[in-house]
């Protein structure tokens, strides 16, 4: 792609929509290397600083597709494979069935487990957030809860059947799971020393360090009104990481040339399709959309209290984006706007999914997101 029209998509859809957000970073990159970020707006409002491409936003659920890669790289290491049970990774806890069949990691990646969204019903998460001091509804919800949460869960179907049926629940058991596994301290470490050293990511953290914290984007509910971060302790495989364009964007291009990087063949093992839906598909973590020309989206957003994510890519377009906003509209249109712009490329009918029609997983915000009210 020629430089001068990636940084022109750029810079045309960050002017689009910036003014609807406090603060937005838009940037795009090729599978040769080309980047280009702008971003727009204050870290906070009303006067804040402009945000930068090295500027800390909550990603939400854009963790999922690290959860799914960390899965990934335990496979090719021979750890484990797609089709382990979860119980044998978390004997502590009664693991449920149904029809004689066990949840295993693949399940849980591809949202094919049976489990509901959330561990916590609707009605008592809209409490907890109400009380919580910063708006977040999860800071009293550790590991210890999750797994008591999920021993006590009926599952909706027979694991492996049906539809996809998008659950948080499911993803951050998965994340305890694969720390179990790799026999790590935490999901944060896992996360190190698994991806982020590897394609030299910086950024990408579950707690900021002093340094990091300076960069950090404030979360806003509505313009003029801040909220605290959340930390998302219980489900962090589902929603927990903080993150940079810079990084996102590194994220996105080991995505486009897998085979340029050290996870080559996890990378790889994400991207196929494994459950078709009517108008979705999902991989390990990515969401999947056909595009019209044959082509492919590959994509996840993500939201918390007071910060949107998108992150999506093109395949056979060479093509990735990413858009950050520290506020609660969603910057999906964002993400695909900028895609279909630089891919050449119109979206198909089954884009509608990710626009919050019947039937789909729901857009960032209060549904479907890593960390969702």
Same mark, same amino acid.
């Given at each position: ?40 707006? %204050? ?148 996360? %190190? ?163 919050? %029609? ?16």
């Amino acid at each position: 792609m020629d430089r001068g029209a990636l940084d022109e998509a750029v810079e045309r859809i960050a002017a689009r929509h910036g003014t609807r957000h406090v603060g937005l970073v838009v940037g795009a990159v090729t599978s040769e290397g080309a980047r280009f970020v702008v971003p727009v707006g %204050r870290v906070r409002a009303p006067d804040g600083p402009p945000p930068r491409a090295d500027s800390l936003f909550e990603i939400g659920s854009v963790t999922k597709v690290f959860t799914a890669l960390l899965l990934a790289v335990a496979v090719t290491r021979g750890e484990l494979s797609l089709d382990t049970p979860v119980a044998d990774l978390l004997p502590e806890v009664v693991v449920p069935t149904r029809d004689g069949v066990a949840i295993t990691v693949e399940h849980l990646a591809t949202h094919t487990a049976g489990l509901p969204n959330n561990p916590m019903p609707l009605a008592a998460a809209i409490r907890a957030q109400w009380k919580a001091r910063n708006g977040d509804p999860w800071e009293a919800f550790d590991r210890a809860a999750l797994l008591t949460a999920l021993a006590g869960t009926t599952l909706r179907r027979t694991p492996g059947t049906g539809r996809i049926a998008y659950s948080n629940l499911g993803a951050g058991v998965l994340g305890h799971a694969l720390v179990a596994a790799a026999a790590t301290r935490d999901f944060g470490e896992l996360v %190190r020393s698994r991806i982020c050293d590897p394609l030299g990511m910086a950024d990408t953290v579950l707690l900021p360090d002093r340094e990091q914290s300076e960069r950090e984007a404030v979360g806003h509910r509505s313009r003029r009104r801040t909220t605290g971060h959340w930390r998302v302790a219980g489900l962090p495989g589902a929603g927990a990481l903080r993150s940079t364009a810079t990084d996102v964007l590194t994220f996105l291009q080991a995505q486009l040339r897998p085979e340029d990087t050290p996870l080559g063949p996890a990378i790889a093992l994400t991207h196929p399709e494994r459950r078709p839906g009517s108008r979705l598909g999902i991989g390990l973590g990515w969401l999947r959309v056909p595009m019209r020309g044959g082509r492919v989206l590959l994509w996840h957003n993500g939201g918390t209290g007071g910060f949107r994510a998108f992150a999506g890519f093109v395949p056979a377009a060479g093509v990735g984006v990413v858009a950050l906003a520290n506020d609660v509209r969603s910057v999906d249109r964002v993400g695909f706007d900028l895609l279909t712009a630089l891919s050449g490329q119109p979206m198909g009918d089954r884009t509608d999914e990710s626009r919050g %029609r019947r039937g789909s997983p729901p857009a960032d915000g209060s549904r479907a997101d890593g960390a969702s009210r």
